[in-house]
T-cell receptor
Framework: DGGITQSPKYLFRKEGQNVTLSCEQN?????MYWYRQDPGQGLRLIYY???????QKGDIAEGYSVSREKKESFPLTVTSAQKNPTAFYLC?????????FGPGTRLTVT | RKEVEQDPGPFNVPEGATVAFNCTYS??????FFWYRQDCRKEPKLLMS???SGNEDGRFTAQLNRASQYISLLIRDSKLSDSATYLC??????????FGTGTRLTVIP
């Protein structure tokens, strides 16, 4: 089955720790994205990548980092510099027609 | 001003009702428009694209008014399974997707 996988589904961390969220796709898409969603708000773009070894900051990149060493993989690291990291994180990839989302990772930092 | 604005609802309607959602966008250069559906604690999934001439998919009708810069979604004969949050999405350029905050719909038996 083609699709996007994110793991884990739920993640708990202590404040001050970096944490990496995984995103893998087997759709052969070049473009991949990371969003965060907070209650009552729309999706906000963190980073996107149009091709391997290249990525661009989105609207809220501060406190986050990404890498794109393989076409299939686009991991997101939430660093300790992110002031309010608790949120629902969605990874997506796209073809010309639409964006496809992974199931999301719900991160809670205490 | 937000790129995309939606009435957050909630809309509570009885089964069988017709319900309409509107969404406005601020960038007149926007090129593509979509409605996504998001179930509680799940990822958004494409419901339908919105074409200039309007388009219909079963009980769902989407319309675009470029002059007034708004998009609408009409759901006829509402089912319990239609309960979800509906996200209006506007695309401007290759990688600029803007999401509305979503309109929450609950269909009541």
């Amino acid at each position: 089955d083609g699709g996007i996988t994110q793991s884990p589904k739920y993640l708990f961390r202590k404040e001050g720790q970096n944490v990496t969220l995984s995103c893998e796709q087997n759709l052969n898409h070049d473009a991949m994205y990371w969003y965060r969603q907070d209650p009552g708000q729309g999706l906000r773009l963190i980073y996107y990548s149009q091709i391997v070894n290249d990525f661009q900051k989105g609207d809220i990149a501060e406190g986050y980092s990404v890498s794109r060493e393989k076409k299939e993989s686009f991991p997101l690291t939430v660093t300790s510099a992110q002031k309010n990291p608790t949120a629902f994180y969605l990874c997506a990839s796209s073809d010309v027609y639409e964006q496809y989302f992974g199931p999301g990772t719900r991160l809670t930092v205490t | 001003r937000k790129e995309v604005e939606q009435d957050p609802g909630p809309f509570n309607v009885p089964e069988g009702a017709t319900v309409a959602f509107n969404c406005t966008y601020s960038n007149s250069a926007s090129q593509s428009f979509f409605w996504y559906r998001q179930d509680c604690r799940k990822e958004p999934k494409l419901l339908m694209s919105v074409y200039s001439s309007g388009n219909e998919d079963g009980r769902f009708t989407a319309q675009l008014n470029r002059a007034s810069q708004y998009i609408s979604l009409l759901i006829r004969d509402s089912k319990l399974s239609d309960s979800a949050t509906y996200l209006c999405v506007v695309k401007t350029g290759a990688n600029n997707l803007f999401f509305g905050t979503g309109t929450r719909l609950t269909v009541i038996p």
